[in-house]
T-cell receptor
Framework: KAGVTQTPRYLIKTRGQQVTLSCSPI?????VSWYQQTPGQGLQFLFE???????NKGNFPGRFSGRQFSNSRSEMNVSTLELGDSALYLC?????????????FGSGTRLTVV | AQSVTQLGSHVSVSEGALVLLRCNYS??????LFWYVQYPNQGLQLLLK??????LVKGINGFEAEFKKSETSFHLTKPSAHMSDAAEYFC??????????FGRGTSLIVHP
């Protein structure tokens, strides 16, 4: 069974640019959540999608957005990049919305903003 | 509201020694509790979870955790550390909102 696939693994972007990250969940999983991981703030919740609907959103500015497609694949977009957006972005899939089942995480996308 | 506190950002043990990683939580509703492990340059992997069944939960790689409601704790243990256990460990709590809150992580260092 394939795991959670995140692409690309590494990205270097310039301040002011925008970026799109992709996540393909485990087959059959309908819930996809996104987290930002930094040494200073730890793991911070960005958003959760279930059946193409955003069910929950974390405390991030509107520059951070996401969507989920009918095949459960998800993308997140960050516009007008700032240096502080440099982080490991993790996608997590789950069978159902909510986390009683626990997450399966991808390996992440390492974003560096210069 | 829910929160997680992991005591000790770094824990150092010798190979073969007992591993004890501490996690205390707060939750306004009966919680789900999780331990995850993260190896360098990888995502998090679920080690074990408590979902209101048995209070002693066994996970992968020989780890286990005990849910103690009176102490609001969910400490992770392993009887004998192996070099391959060196990693970052995260405790997470999920209460009524179901969106989990993660602790800041504990780095486990295993000495030969």
């Amino acid at each position: 069974k394939a795991g959670v696939t995140q692409t690309p693994r590494y990205l270097i972007k310039t301040r002011g640019q925008q970026v799109t990250l992709s996540c393909s969940p485990i087959s059959g999983h309908r819930s996809v959540s996104w987290y930002q991981q930094t040494p200073g703030q730890g793991l911070q919740f960005l958003f959760e999608y279930f059946s193409e609907t955003q069910r929950n959103k974390g405390n991030f500015p509107g520059r951070f957005s996401g969507r989920q497609f009918s095949n459960s694949r998800s993308e997140m977009n960050v516009s007008t990049l700032e240096l502080g957006d440099s982080a490991l972005y993790l996608c997590a899939s789950s069978f159902e919305a909510g986390t009683a089942y626990g997450y399966t995480f991808g390996s992440g996308t390492r974003l560096t903003v210069v | 509201a829910q929160s997680v506190t992991q005591l000790g950002s770094h824990v150092s043990v010798s190979e073969g020694a007992l591993v004890l990683l501490r996690c205390n939580y707060s939750s306004s509703v009966p919680p789900y509790l999780f331990w995850y492990v993260q190896y360098p340059n990888q995502g998090l992997q679920l080690l074990l979870k408590y979902t209101s069944a048995a209070t002693l939960v066994k996970g992968i790689n020989g780890f286990e955790a005990e849910f103690k409601k009176s102490e609001t704790s969910f400490h992770l243990t392993k009887p004998s550390a192996h070099m391959s256990d060196a990693a970052e460990y995260f405790c997470a709590v999920s209460g009524g909102s179901y969106i989990p809150t993660f602790g800041r992580g504990t780095s486990l260092i295993v000495h030969p």
